[in-house]
């Protein structure tokens, strides 16, 4: 198994160094009719720099970076899960329906193999569109996931602010109630 994640993450780096070479496409070298002063006045052009992966950028490939792109996600997932009930009820019917024909039929088994060949066909398709279900489905729990942290961050930080603003009102009055204290003590 762990092989299978190594050769998946092999392919998203090399997918990813492929995707960052054809954005950033080479200027083609037109030869300039001006003079070879304005050339060099002109200051060379800063080639894009690209950010090399690392494993964090490999799990977040493919995670909505904004509430409408994780609602859009959902949504296509639901879509996707859907279609391949249907494709899966409707693959099956159409088994269910080839058999009896096959049997009325001279060759029976050459009509039972294609009608197996085509059911599993549609199956096959119906699996890829429920794995492409699924992944999207994973994407939007990771980002759902990374709003709640985030969220949750967020409201550690308000609290610690108002602990450590409600410390320093305590210390404040403590301290006014120990000069208080100490004035008291001291008149006689």
């Known amino acids: 198994m762990p092989f299978r994640f190594f050769l998946l993450s092999l392919c998203l780096v090399a997918a990813a160094a492929k995707a960052q070479e054809s954005a950033a496409p080479e200027p ?3 030869p300039s009719a001006t003079s070879p002063a304005a050339d060099a006045a002109e200051p060379p052009k800063a080639e894009p720099k690209t950010v090399p992966l690392d494993a964090s950028a490999l799990l977040t490939i493919g995670v909505p970076r904004s509430q409408a792109e994780r609602d859009d996600m959902a949504e296509r997932a639901a879509t996707l899960k859907e279609e391949s009930r249907l494709r899966k009820e409707e693959a099956e019917k159409a088994l269910a ?10 060759l029976v088994s050459s009509c039972l193999d294609d009608a197996k060949v085509a059911y599993r066909k549609e199956i096959s398709i119906a699996k890829r569109q429920d794995r492409e279900s699924q992944t999207l489905d994973r994407n ?4 759902d996931a990374a709003e709640h942290v985030r969220l949750r961050d967020e409201e550690n930080a308000r609290r610690d602010e108002q602990n450590a603003k409600r410390a320093a009102e305590f210390r404040a009055e403590q301290e006014a109630k120990a000069k208080a204290r100490a004035e008291k003590q001291s008149r006689p």
């Open 28 to 30: 083609a070298e037109t």
């Open 97 to 106: 329906n080839a058999t009896p024909v096959c049997w009325k039929k001279f």
């Open 140 to 143: 939007v729990r990771k980002y």
